[in-house]
């Protein structure tokens, strides 16, 4: 049966389905009993899911400039007007 060590290197593997059905199992059985390891577990899960749903698009050059302006509180110097 895996130890709490082995459960910590396990999790992304036994996460992402990639372990063999008896590292599989041995994993299943250690957290049965250890709730650490099923706490560990619980917010791997939580912080995968979390990281997938931030997972959007860059912003626009509009929203890009909104957030220029508002950090350095003026806007970003425009260039020359053609004369
Ligand atoms: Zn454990």
């Known amino acids: 049966m895996p130890t709490c060590r082995d459960v910590s290197e396990l ?10 059905v008896r590292g599989w199992l041995g994993v299943r059985w250690h957290l ?5 390891c099923r706490r560990y577990i619980a917010q791997m899960r939580q912080t995968i899911r979390l990281l997938a749903d931030s997972a959007f698009p860059p912003p626009g050059t509009e929203t890009e400039e909104t957030v220029l302006r508002a950090v350095h509180g003026s806007a970003p ?3 020359a007007p053609g004369e």
């Open 11 to 20: 999790v992304t593997d036994y996460l992402e389905r990639r372990l063999s």
């Open 32 to 36: 049965r009993q250890c709730d650490a």
């Open 77 to 79: 110097p425009d260039p």
